[in-house]
């Protein structure tokens, strides 16, 4: 009976945001707990759908570990987190035939720019040669050389909004059980290209990008392909081999894997300008949006704590304020000491306090306001998608003038609704909504409102790419550099 080792390590972090993460920010999971993924939209859900229906499999759950996007990994912080999970995984590999490993891909430490790539490097040399391993990544992801070299086959995300984390995993699973049964070879073809992207055009339900995948799918879908995609990697995630990406894995077959690798990015190449973020200034946003009669959406994706910001922007409450915008608002910012002393101050109590600018305040200015205390909670909630608990610790909900803001401890993800939901708000019921994401997916907003303006304003995950301060990634890189002519080739792996 085959026996498969899961594995999972999840974080995405922007360079860019002056807060170090810390262990303490990932939630760990260990053993059995890990089956309580089954039925959920997660990598870890969807392997198992495929692992448990073959009755012939036997699983080691071993350890997952997964964080909310945040700042640089802290050397501590990377050192216990990585110890634990190669012990964690060294203790159950005795008698293992496959391993499954879950990444996003867009980790980084200080220390090690290549987390992921270290982890896979240490489980191959305790797994040794002859083991597969198979990998799902994020398409924000950064495969790199050494993670490839460590591996057998990967899967990627085929859709932003993310909406196929079960998928993936299935399909890496699949991948996994090809490669157990003595069935397949893979060769994977990557081409690397000089690129970052950001913006609607990611869309893949309606940009050109989105177009792109669909080749990667009929390649799968047709099996020319066993598997492929285009990562375009996290722009935030300052690293050596940060850059988009095409890859193409194939039962044998080199020449199909470099052509079709070859060809899809050289078709990526030319819409590289297309797929950059269309930004709206902030004080025409806020001067349309007075003449809107229904709904708006002020998407603020510089400060999208799923990228990997901190969340504590006011630039928006701050231009709402100064401008005299008169209709509802509903907002959400990141700022523990404000939370703190409505937590102490109690509900139905007024309280002066500053918003914003508590993690970053070289960037955001604290906003004195005098409110009153609606709402307060523990900061729990469950994401509407992945359906995954959210803990924002201490949780409040002010109210100032026409302003409505949920004020949390600590920063999670934000790209749907879930954190105004848990806190008795409805978005529907308000005037303008800021949602701290580059995108979220249609029907959260985009099916409802009047406008969704993508707003410019600072912030540790801007799409506007040229202003970030890049210091690390490979030169040239398009938008950071005028790159004239770009010639796609392929390097292939091949693991025996």
Not at 35 to 40: A, D, E, P, Y
Not at 239 to 268: H, K, M, N, W, Y
Not at 276 to 303: E, H, N, S, W
Not at 334 to 360: C, F, N, Q, S, Y
Request: net charge negative.
């Amino acid at each position: 009976m085959p026996t498969v080792l899961i594995v999972e390590c999840m974080q995405e972090i922007s360079s860019f945001n002056p807060v170090p993460s810390e262990y303490e920010n990932f939630e760990v999971e260990r053993g059995e707990a890990l089956l309580g993924h089954r039925g959920k939209n997660t990598a870890i859900g969807g392997a198992l759908s495929v692992f448990e229906a073959d009755a012939g499999i036997r699983l080691v759950p071993t350890i997952a570990a997964r964080a909310g996007s945040a700042g640089l990994l802290s050397s501590q912080g990377w050192q216990q987190l990585s110890a634990e999970l190669l012990d964690a995984v060294a203790a159950r590999l005795d008698g293992v035939d496959g391993i499954y490993v879950s990444l996003h891909g867009a980790m980084g430490a200080d220390g090690e720019l290549d987390p992921e790539g270290h982890l896979l490097s240490e489980i191959r040399h305790m797994a040794g040669p002859s083991v597969p391993i198979v990998i799902s990544l994020d398409l924000h992801g950064i495969l790199t050389d050494r993670m490839i070299r460590q591996v057998d086959g990967m899967a990627i995300y085929h859709t932003y909004p993310h909406v196929d984390f079960a998928d993936t995993g299935a399909r890496a699973a699949r991948l996994l059980l090809g490669l157990l049964s003595g069935g397949v070879a893979p060769t994977v073809a990557r081409v690397v290209i000089p690129a970052l992207v950001r913006g609607d055009e990611l869309i893949t339900r309606t940009g050109c990008y989105g177009d792109l995948i669909g080749e990667c799918r009929r390649l799968e879908r047709e099996g020319t392909a066993l598997s492929a995609g285009i990562m375009i990697g996290n722009p935030f995630t300052d690293v050596p081999e940060l850059c988009s990406q095409v890859i193409v894995v194939t039962d044998g077959d080199a020449a199909a894997a470099q052509r079709e690798a070859e060809r899809l990015a050289a078709e990526f190449w030319p819409m590289r300008h297309r797929m950059q973020g269309k930004l709206m200034p902030l004080d025409r946003a806020i001067a349309q949006a007075r003449t809107i009669d229904g709904p708006v959406c002020f998407t603020d994706a510089a400060d999208a704590t799923s990228s990997g910001a901190t969340g504590d922007s006011n630039a928006i409450l701050h231009a709402l304020r100064d401008k005299g915008y008169p209709k509802r608002v509903l907002a959400q910012i990141v700022d523990p000491e404000a939370a703190a002393a409505a937590h102490r101050a109690g509900v139905g109590a007024r309280v002066e306090v500053t918003l914003g600018g508590a993690m970053d305040p070289a960037r955001f200015t604290p906003m004195p306001v005098k409110a009153h205390i609606k709402l307060l909670s523990d900061g729990s909630g469950r994401l509407e998608t992945m359906k995954l608990v959210l803990d924002a610790g201490p949780t409040a909900v002010l109210e100032y003038d026409n302003v409505t803001v949920v004020v949390m401890s600590r920063s999670v993800s934000l790209f749907d609704r879930a954190m105004y939901f848990a806190n008795g708000l409805n978005p529907a019921d308000f005037d303008l909504i800021v949602v701290k994401s580059p995108h979220t997916e249609y029907a959260m907003y985009d099916q409802w409102v009047e406008k969704n303006f993508n707003i410019d304003a600072p912030g540790a995950t801007s799409a506007d790419i040229r202003q970030l301060g890049h210091t690390i990634c490979a030169r040239p890189m398009f938008p950071l550099d005028d790159i004239a002519d770009f010639a796609p080739k392929a390097s292939l792996y091949r693991r025996t």
